[in-house]
């Protein structure tokens, strides 16, 4: 019911929508950032909201209130977020910046998780990011790093976007490289 969306100035809003009166009402909104907002994603279990921007920002906000209330942020980062992914238990995002490098990170107070063996007992509600060991096989041989735009994995396969407009469907895993 409930639709969020960011916008260029910045600011972020929670649309109500009905399919049965295709109509919209803006509920709530708030901006915190001067910059694009590039991502937006609600938490597995409907409490969260995270967002980035194009000034490598990412902020967490409550969605439960008649307001978005910002509950952490995290400005420490050397490039702008293209995507982020929730664990299934909303305690972790996983991003990955325009650079194709891949953070993780405490939900909501924006702690970056370093340790190898937390990141890896993580299991992720969603997964869009064009990198990770899972799938380095979606990426041909010799093609610059930026190739792959886009991805979504379902639970058996991964769809990828390219630079020439291309679509493709790989199984899930495809960790061997080419």
Do not use: M
Request: aromatic share 8%.
């Amino acid at each position: 019911d409930i639709l969020a969306v960011g916008y260029k100035d910045g600011q972020i809003s929670l649309v109500n929508f009905s399919i049965d009166k295709k109509e919209l009402i803006e509920a709530r909104k708030t901006r915190e950032r001067n910059a694009a907002i590039l991502c937006v994603r609600f938490s597995p279990d409907g409490k969260s909201l995270v967002a980035s921007s194009e000034n490598c920002c990412i902020d967490f906000f409550d969605v439960q209130q008649d307001k978005l209330t910002r509950l952490g942020y995290v400005t420490r980062i050397a490039e702008a977020v293209s995507q982020i992914d929730w664990s299934t238990n909303s305690l972790y995002i996983r991003t990955t910046t325009v650079g194709y490098h891949a953070l993780t990170f405490h939900a909501p107070i924006g702690e970056e998780v370093k340790n190898p063996k937390e990141i890896e007992a993580i299991v992720w509600n969603t997964w869009t990011s064009p990198s990770g060991d899972d799938i380095i096989g979606i990426w041909p041989n010799e093609v610059k790093k930026g190739h792959i735009n886009c991805a979504h994995v379902t639970s058996s396969t991964i769809a990828t976007g390219d630079d020439l407009g291309a679509v493709k469907l790989f199984k899930f895993p495809c960790s061997e490289p080419g």
